[in-house]
DNA sequence: TTTAGTTGATTGCATATGCAATCAACATTA
DNA sequence: TAATGTTGATTGCATATGCAATCAACTAAA
């Protein structure tokens, strides 16, 4: 597999996205039976922690364009999970808001998070995790 | 930014997709000129060291579906950088095929794809990048 | 306060992603 | 060889991704 990339094709985008796709698909194996994608769980995680979120901040908080984000919240809308305010204050903003469906839809998907999360993480040494991290984030950092 | 994640939201492929996300935007800036996508790049250079692959181990290589493969392809067939012929061996398979209208693309493309490369490397200390790797590929290994 | 600039949301367009289902071609077995 | 199974390609469907352009709403400057 590697053979085909190494040594010529060493780029780093290359790389990311390839682990970025096998390690999502095992998430989204595991959120299957609940009809979840990866970024929707996501999604519910941050919001539940909080009364609501400004699609803009969601949206940099994912390093997203709000494009994308805008329309991937959709599903989780028309499924009943999240709900769109207004922002009294400001007209053009849109505040995200979870629902008492969507926090329950979160309790039921934790455990199989859990199982796919306790499933990568094995596959590293200990301590190992937080090293990819630092060094993720500094591939991460805005100018 | 972070603070919307941590530590609530610890999730693996959420910072992969995350950190992919960014990290290929910053390429494909690069590549924009070119009017080259990061997937179309990394595709070019794969070909450009053998006589042809059959799609199914291009896939492979790339750890995508075959369909998604199929699809991403297409916009170099039309654009002359590829072309498709069929095994006489085996009517299923398809062998890709670089052209040298394709080779000339990527010879325009490397040094563009360098400067996000070398800005990209540049984030890191020297050898993080195989260190970030060997976890990665750990990450990455059919069970 | 009008005007000009800025910011947030949305839509069109093009590509990306994977699953399930289907069809065609090859391989195996009865 | 005929029946069965397997493998490769493709398409329908749903979601993911970002850029450019547009519109609406707020803000700053004239």
């Not at 790389?15 to 009809?35: F, G, I, K, M, Q």
């Not at 390093?63 to 959709?74: E, Y």
Request: proline share 5%.
């Amino acid at each position: 597999m590697d053979d085909l990339f190494e040594p010529e094709n060493s780029c780093v985008a290359l790389h990311l996205r390839r682990l970025s796709r096998v390690v999502t698909r095992r998430y989204e194996d595991a959120l299957r039976p609940l009809n979840l994608k990866s970024f929707q769980f996501s999604a519910l995680v941050a919001l539940s922690r909080r009364e609501t979120i400004a699609q803009t901040n969601l949206a940099k908080a994912f390093g997203m364009d709000v494009s994308t984000l805008n329309r991937n919240l959709k599903p989780l809308v028309a499924r009943g999970a999240i709900e769109i305010a207004s922002n009294p204050k400001d007209g053009r903003v849109r505040l995200i808001k979870i629902t008492s469906a969507g926090l329950k839809l979160l309790d039921q998907a934790m455990p199989l998070w859990e199982a796919a999360q306790a499933e990568a993480l094995g596959r590293l040494e200990p301590e190992a995790w937080p090293d990819l991290r630092r060094g993720m984030n500094k591939l991460l950092d805005t100018d």
